[in-house]
Each structure stands twice: as structure tokens, then as C-alpha cells.
């Protein structure tokens, strides 16, 4: 069977006497279609919120932008509608694609009103009931909001998103500057999502079409990061760090002892993705050499299990200083992209709260990695923040009128990062 990944390791494999802490980057890249999705299908869920503050241009944009979705739809793929206030409300069942589906339910888009309030979780719901029907394939989900969700509802949103974990991936968009980047950023995360600001009501049809452009074309679904690690060691954290940062840590599954499967949801072709692993062993004496683990990707195929782009982290310990203080330049770089979004996010906050002067120190710490990294687009989006001064310093002052769209827009796009050139 031809590979359809390939995987490569980044590293410093030696440590210095009395060290453990080993730090990887696998980056895994999909080269061939598998055809697994043609077998398993492709199911698209639409879920609009309809509540009374999507009245007006938001709900008649979003009516709009979901009818030319379900033009664009090939036959061989499935989707289904539903709308969202304090209820979800199954506006169209799954169906395939067929000309008369898609008659049916631009008939039924077309019906829908907006009022009410918005329990998102009841959504979810919904929209899990018609994932199941299609237990393997593509399943993709977009949400489009415009509000924030109601707070009786965050222990049900909780306890909904466990239960839909694993069953589809989702996709939110928040329209206006009315909503709560984190509540919308919750579930992306969990359901191996993206989260964005869609500015103003005409710019919703150019997302959903992205967004479906994506997932068709995706061809491998529930593609698992398997890591196995020595007995003994303890697995610090793994993340995805590009193209977005995404914690995989607390999803691990540990179907057997020393083996950890991470969910990476579904992959397309020609798709790039990188992972950090920091692994911690115990601590060697000059000489020792050990697999300080190996990562492969997981998927099925006809009900087969195919293992992928296998890669190995070492740890050779040295008393050669040169050898054990070198860090590797690609982990380093994704080292600092982690800190980059974490110090947009905090600074953020910092201002919010009016603590002035701890936002400028860590929004001019996030211009300085923005710089050094060359991630342009999140430079960009730092300069409708602060005035800076000096880049290559991180020298900045804050600006005293920001618009809320500029800030709200630089926190949801603060986690994704820069490739790091080829040397």
C-alpha cells in the first residue's frame, strides 16, 4: 500500500548529564488521497443561531450564505440544517445532495425566523443526533453566532461537548462584536474546530464557502497521533502547533501501557500539520543512548488499520556543553509561537482589566516574536493594537482608541502560527 503521509523529526537529542526533558517536533504531511472518505462519505451540518439579536441583515445574510452552501454541494455528500435559539430545530434532516434535497431545503431556510434566546448546547445536540446517523466519513460542522450564550447554559455546554467529542468536528464563526471569543473558542477546540470573526453580515457567505471548500476536500477521517514512550517516562504535553495551536494533552487514550492516541479529526491532501512533544525520562549517565519515544499516525481504512509516517525521538546524554546547549531551531521557533499567542491573549486581558502597564509589556513581547518569527499576519493585526516603537525591541505603546472588531479579531487569530522556512 503507497504511504499517504511522510513525517519528519526535529530535535536536539543530546542532553547534558542529569537531564531528562527531551523536546520534538513531527511534521507529518498528506500526500496521497486514501479514498477512505468516498467509502465513508462526507456529511456537512449547518447550525445558524436564530435568536432575536440575528434580526435584520445578520439573519437574512446568514439565510443567503446557507442557500448558496446547499448549491454548492455535490450529490455525494450529505448535510443537514439547524437553527438555534434557547432549542436546537432540525430545519432540514440529513439527506443526500440530490437536486430535489436541496430544493426541500432552501424551502425551509427561506421559513426561518429569528427570536428567542441562546443555548447553544441544545444545538449541539441536535446536530450530534444527525452525526451518528453517518458513524465514519467526513463529518464537518459549521456554527455562526452573533451573541453570547446564555450562563445557565454552561454546564449543559460542558457536559454536551464530552458527548460530542469524537463524533464530528466544528467550525464556529461569530458574526458582529457581540459575542465571547472564548465561549466560541471552547468548542472549536474541543470538536478540533478553528474559531473566527466574520466582521459584518456580507462577509458570512465567503467563510461558509471556505469552510465547505475545506472539508470536501478532506479524504481520511478520525486519523489518530499514536506515541508510545519508555516505561517510566511521563508525557509533559503534546500539541499541535501549526497550523493552529491546539492541546492534545488531556485528550490523550491510553489503550495500552506506554502508548497514548491523540484524536487529530480528519486530514486532506497536500495537508501539513506539526506536533511538540516534551517527554520526560529518567536522567542517564554520559553515554547512554534510549528511544525516547516514537509517534506515528493511525488511520482505518475498509475497517483496516493502516499505521503512517512513523518517527523517532532519541536521548543521547553528553558531557560535551556545545552538543547538549544547542537548541533546535524548529522547536525553538514553535517554542516561541506558544509564547507569542499566550502573550497576546494575557496582554489582551491585562487591558481589559485596565492594567495598562502589563499589557504594553506583554503585547510588546508579542511584537518582538511576531518579528523574529516573520509571522507577518499576526504583526499585522498587533499594529491595530499598539503603536510600535521598536520591533526588534519590542518597544510599544498602547493605543487609546482600539476598535473592538481589530482586538477581537487579533485574540481569535492569536493562535495561529508561522511555518518556519526550510534552511
Given amino acids: 500500500m503507497p504511504n499517504?503521509?511522510?513525517?519528519?523529526?526535529?530535535?536536539?537529542?543530546?542532553?547534558?548529564?542529569?537531564?531528562?526533558?527531551?523536546?520534538?517536533?513531527?511534521?507529518?504531511?498528506?500526500?496521497?488521497?486514501?479514498?477512505?472518505?468516498?467509502?465513508?462519505?462526507?456529511?456537512?451540518?449547518?447550525?445558524?443561531d436564530v435568536s432575536g439579536s440575528m434580526e435584520g441583515g445578520k439573519i437574512a445574510a446568514a439565510k443567503e450564505s446557507i442557500i448558496r452552501l446547499i448549491q454548492l454541494l455535490p450529490q455525494d455528500c450529505s448535510f443537514f440544517i439547524v437553527s438555534g435559539n434557547t432549542d436546537g430545530h432540525l430545519v432540514f434532516p440529513t439527506s443526500n445532495a440530490t437536486g430535489q434535497a436541496k430544493e426541500s431545503a432552501i424551502a425551509a431556510v427561506r421559513k426561518i425566523r429569528a427570536d428567542g434566546g441562546t443555548m447553544i448546547s441544545e444545538w449541539l445536540k441536535m446536530a450530534r443526533?444527525?452525526?451518528?446517523?453517518?458513524?465514519?466519513?467526513?463529518?464537518?460542522?459549521?456554527?455562526?453566532?452573533?451573541?453570547?450564550?446564555?450562563?445557565?447554559?454552561?454546564?449543559?455546554?460542558?457536559?454536551?461537548?464530552?458527548?460530542?467529542?469524537?463524533?464530528?468536528?466544528?467550525?464556529?464563526?461569530?458574526?458582529?462584536?457581540?459575542?465571547?471569543?472564548e465561549q466560541l473558542r471552547r468548542i472549536s477546540t474541543k470538536l478540533l474546530g478553528t474559531t473566527d470573526l466574520i466582521p459584518g453580515p456580507a462577509q458570512i457567505e465567503a467563510d461558509f464557502r471556505a469552510i465547505l471548500e475545506r472539508t470536501l476536500s478532506k479524504s481520511v477521517s478520525d486519523v489518530l497521533l499514536r506515541l508510545w514512550t519508555p516505561q517510566g517516562a511521563n508525557v509533559k504535553f503534546c500539541k499541535q502547533v501549526s497550523p493552529d495551536i491546539v492541546d492534545l494533552t488531556g485528550r490523550a487514550k491510553t489503550p495500552k501501557p506506554q502508548i497514548r492516541e491523540y484524536p487529530t479529526g480528519s486530514w486532506g491532501q497536500g495537508e501539513s500539520r506539526d506536533f511538540h512533544f516534551c517527554v520526560e525520562l529518567k536522567p542517564g549517565a554520559v553515554g547512554d543512548e534510549v528511544l525516547a519515544g516514537?509517534?506515528?499516525?493511525?488511520?482505518?481504512?475498509?475497517?483496516?488499520?493502516?499505521?503512517?509516517?512513523?518517527?523517532?525521538?532519541?536521548?543521547?546524554w553528553t558531557d560535551d556543553e556545545a552538543k547538549s546547549t544547542k537548541i533546535d531551531r524548529v522547536v525553538a521557533h514553535y517554542t516561541g509561537q506558544a509564547d507569542l499567542a499566550q502573550s497576546i491573549q494575557e496582554g489582551l486581558e491585562a487591558r481589559a482589566q485596565g492594567d495598562g502597564d502589563r499589557a504594553t509589556v506583554l503585547l510588546g513581547k508579542a511584537v518582538r516574536i511576531a518579528y523574529e518569527s516573520g509571522n507577518e499576519p499576526t504583526a499585522k493585526l498587533l499594529r491595530n493594537i499598539v503603536d510600535v516603537q521598536d520591533a526588534e525591541k519590542g518597544t510599544v505603546r498602547l493605543k487609546k482608541q482600539v476598535a473592538k472588531e481589530d482586538e477581537m479579531a487579533l485574540d481569535t487569530r492569536s493562535t495561529k502560527t508561522a511555518r518556519i522556512g526550510k534552511p
Fill in 129 to 181: 443526533e444527525e452525526f451518528q446517523r453517518m458513524p465514519g466519513g467526513i463529518r464537518q460542522a459549521v456554527l455562526l453566532t452573533d451573541g453570547q450564550n446564555d450562563e445557565t447554559d454552561a454546564r449543559s455546554l460542558e457536559e454536551t461537548l464530552e458527548r460530542c467529542e469524537g463524533v464530528f468536528q466544528c467550525d464556529c464563526r461569530g458574526v458582529g462584536t457581540d459575542w465571547v471569543v
Fill in 294 to 316: 516514537r509517534a506515528s499516525l493511525i488511520y482505518w481504512k475498509a475497517g483496516v488499520e493502516n499505521k503512517a509516517a512513523e518517527a523517532r525521538m532519541l536521548a543521547v
Fill in 4 to 48: 499517504e503521509f511522510k513525517a519528519e523529526v526535529f530535535q536536539n537529542q543530546f542532553l547534558p548529564a542529569g537531564a531528562g526533558e527531551v523536546h520534538a517536533i513531527m511534521t507529518v504531511s498528506a500526500l496521497e488521497a486514501t479514498g477512505a472518505s468516498s467509502a465513508g462519505g462526507r456529511l456537512f451540518g449547518i447550525l445558524c
